[in-house]
């Protein structure tokens, strides 16, 4: 075992997404639940073992999940909602994560500012909890069945609460005082386990800014689970920022050790004096567990060192700086990648051996390395040269044009810009349009796949998606929609179509991510400078053009989701690559422009993602983000209408920030959540023009044309006419087409409805 060596949590979907397709077969009844369990046995007992050959101290259990932590801890609780009562076991815990016949759902939101997404609980007061930890007991013995003597991990009472929702209404933290006794009956559950136990509680909310009431529940939460057992030694884990305020209560409870996040809360090291005056053990997130590049052994091992001026070695400990979870499995299936890339890599099973390596070399030296140890450290630094150095990655062209790009500013104010707009395309109040994609069939799935295996040629390719554009126009003309887009037919995905055409973006074969339940996503990455070779877009969208003498809608993904739903280089800034990436987009806007394309629509989905979690740091984000959307869209004239879309309606926190990306019309999700949240458009003024969808896409329903006047009229109660667009919700690729041929007639009859009352 390497000393101190420690890994926050490990991923649990399989290597080759074997708990996905096992989940699937049996949703899909398919497969008996016993299947499930039978591959959930072996990846659990796979994963451990990857992580002793690695020869990791401190592996978790209670790490895996059939769907959820957040969901496991539900049920380890007895936190469950009325409409599933009466259910039990498997069939309780996916209806709650899924739904069934009888009961929705319950909700899932993003896990903190990760693309991982959790089962939000719904609590109640008059839930009766009760410990249910079958589960977690089990998990732990089937490791030591296998020989290895594992940590257990659970989410904190503080984080549980505060991630939840009160269906009644009221504080999360009002069930604090009914909650906790659970806490202490499970802590006495685990003390029986065995001689002595590691329990890792998670509290991850401590990275972000608390009042004063939810600070003060620290001191005794803790000092009261400390109490329960003299066997359990409590470490408590956050990560994602730095959890100064949190360290400075908990240093002063009986807990066993803290775990900081190093990387992505640099602020941590300020807590050093008061952890190294505690004597409390330290588990030091040095190694980054939400990003795929090599660890800097020798940089970290310095790093090592000045926390060692400070604590004591042995209270040292070397780890993720969160769980594996949010990193892809293994190297070993990337057959595909450049070498020179790969060498540049690091995924879950990788990052044990630098974990373990670079324990090595802190405690016992440089000279204890055997030989394989040696050519791996070299190996190491090689790499880490080969990064600071490599061609693929330094380009100094774009560097020069990214230093000056105070001269890429669009012309004209929006009031200049937007009476322009409306005299040349003499588009009226409640113009009708759609958000981008229309429904991909397996047809056009199965066509783009078969051109990227080699298996069609580039001219039927090509035939076919013209044949989809062609049927996409001809729908919208006969719909009578407005303004016109092509459909998206070959577009995988709305950031991997990008990064494929932009220089700087790589792609794996197998770095799948868990996002939630069986649910995965491959994100690209970005490891070199980027810049845009040739045009992505302006083919399909000319040919689209041609096919209709209405406007075309351009279709672009914008600078900060690109940047947002990709693995990002480390040794840049944020803010850098993303100027980089709006440059790129900003000579797409231009050629569009030129071939004639009237309106561009700069899609910033992920805009809200990008979110710092705590509040000192969303100014910085704010300036370089809006920064970055003016950049992508400054080569636009002022009679070119650039069109936004953001996949949500919270706008209340960032309403001055959306009106200061400065777009002429935005398209938000807005049926989904109700039009209380459009009110803050009216309230502060904001001038631009609005599409607030009109239907939920995310639904098979085909709205009627009543419905939608109503909506519509709605709107009209929050916003004048002549600022307001008519649109979904959302793009309709996850539709079909029966769904929405009827719910697109309806809308615009709805609209021709409503215009002749207040026209
Ligand atoms: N233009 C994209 C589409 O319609 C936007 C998708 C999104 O906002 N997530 O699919
Ligand atoms: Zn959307």
Redesign the pocket.
């Known amino acids: 075992m390497s000393k101190n060596t420690y890994v926050v949590g490990f991923p649990r979907i399989g290597e080759q997404r074997e708990l996905k397709f096992s989940l699937e077969s049996f949703w899909a009844k398919k497969s008996e639940f016993s299947e499930v369990e039978k591959v959930a046995n072996g990846l659990k007992q796979r994963h451990w073992n990857y992580q002793k050959d690695a020869k990791i101290e401190y592996i978790s259990s209670n790490d895996f999940s059939l769907y959820d932590n957040m969901l496991d801890m539900s049920v380890l609780l007895g936190a469950v909602p009325k409409r599933f009562q009466g259910l039990k076991d498997k069939e309780l815990y996916f209806a709650m994560a899924r739904g069934n016949t009888q009961a929705t759902a319950c909700e899932m939101t993003k896990w903190f500012n990760t693309n991982y997404h959790y089962i939000v609980p719904e609590l109640s007061v008059e839930d009766e909890y009760k410990l249910n930890a079958v589960k977690l007991l089990q998990e732990y013995k089937e490791a030591k069945e296998q020989g290895i003597k594992t940590k257990i991990n659970i989410i904190g009472p503080i984080t549980y609460l505060g991630l939840s929702k009160r269906v009644d209404g009221g504080d999360v933290y009002e069930l604090y005082s009914k909650i906790m006794p659970i806490y202490e009956a499970l802590l006495k559950e685990i003390a029986q386990l065995d001689e002595s136990i590691t329990l890792q509680i998670d509290e991850p909310i401590f990275v972000k800014d608390l009042d004063t009431k939810v600070l003060s529940l620290i001191k005794p939460t803790y000092d009261r689970l400390s109490v329960i057992s003299n066997n359990i030694n409590i470490i408590l884990m956050s990560y994602f920022e730095h959890a100064k305020e949190a360290t400075k209560i908990l240093v002063n409870t009986p807990i066993y050790g803290i775990g900081l996040d190093f990387l992505y809360g640099k602020e941590n090291f300020d807590s050093l004096d008061i952890i190294a005056a505690s004597d409390k053990k330290l588990i030091c997130g040095l190694v980054d567990g939400r990003n795929i590049w090599k660890n800097d052994i020798s940089a970290t091992v310095q790093m090592l060192q000045k926390i060692a001026k400070k604590l004591k070695k042995e209270n040292i400990f070397i780890s993720s700086s969160c769980s594996l979870l949010h990193v892809p499995f293994s190297l070993k299936y990337e057959e595909k990648l450049d070498d020179e890339i790969k060498n540049w890599l690091s995924y879950g099973v990788e990052k044990l051996d630098e974990i373990a390596l670079i324990s090595k070399i802190f405690f016992d030296g440089e000279a204890s390395l055997s030989d394989e140890e040696s050519t791996a450290f070299e190996a190491n630094k090689q790499a880490n040269i080969s990064r600071k150095t490599s061609q693929r990655i330094h380009d100094k062209r774009v560097q020069q044009r990214v230093s000056d790009i105070e001269k890429y500013e669009r012309d004209g104010t929006y009031e200049e810009r937007i009476a322009l707009q409306k005299a040349k395309y003499k588009y009226q109040p409640l113009a009708t349009t ?4 229309f429904p991909q069939t397996p047809e056009i799935r199965h066509a783009r796949r078969e051109f990227k295996n080699n298996n069609l040629d580039k001219t039927s390719y090509e035939n076919e998606m013209k044949k989809y554009i062609d049927d996409c126009v001809a729908f919208q003309e006969e719909c009578g929609l407005e303004i016109l ?1 092509h459909g ?1 037919p070959e ?1 995988n995905d ?1 950031v991997e179509y990008f990064g494929e055409q932009l220089q700087g973006y790589g792609f794996s074969q197998n770095g799948w991510v868990q996002s939630y339940g069986s649910r995965c996503v491959k994100p690209p990455f970005i490891y070199g400078d980027i810049s845009r070779p040739k045009p992505m877009t302006v083919e399909w969208i000319t040919y689209a053009q041609s096919k209709t003498s209405k406007i075309m809608k351009g ?1 672009l ?1 914008g600078p900060v989701t690109i940047l947002n739903w990709s693995f990002v280089r480390d040794d840049k800034e944020r803010s850098e690559v993303s100027k980089q990436i709006a440059l790129g987009i900003c000579d797409e806007v231009n050629d569009l422009q030129k071939a004639g394309i009237k309106m561009i ?1 700069v ?1 910033e ?1 992920a805009f809200k993602e990008g979110y710092p979690l705590r509040t000192s740091k969303i100014q910085e984000y704010e300036n370089w983000a809006v920064r970055d959307f003016k950049l992508s869209v400054s080569s636009a004239k002022q009679e070119t209408q650039i069109h936004t ?3 949500y309606s919270e706008f209340n926190d960032i309403i001055a920030t959306i009106e200061a990306m400065d777009a002429d019309v935005i398209s938000i999700e807005t049926a989904r959540s109700g039009n209380e949240l459009l009110k803050i458009f009216a309230k502060v003024g904001y001038k631009q023009e609005v599409g607030p969808g009109v239907y939920d896409i995310h639904s098979p329903r085909v709205p009627s044309v009543d419905e939608m006047v109503t909506q519509i009229k709605a709107l009209l109660e929050v916003l004048p006419k002549e600022q307001l667009w008519i649109n979904p919700d ?4 996850t539709r079909k087409w029966e769904e929405v041929k009827p719910s697109l007639k309806n809308m615009v009859e709805a609209v021709k409805i409503v215009r002749e009352e207040v026209l």
């Open positions: 759609t958000i981008g994609s887009v998206e577009r709305m279709m993904t629509q899609d989905a879309h953001m996949c959302c793009g309709l690729k």
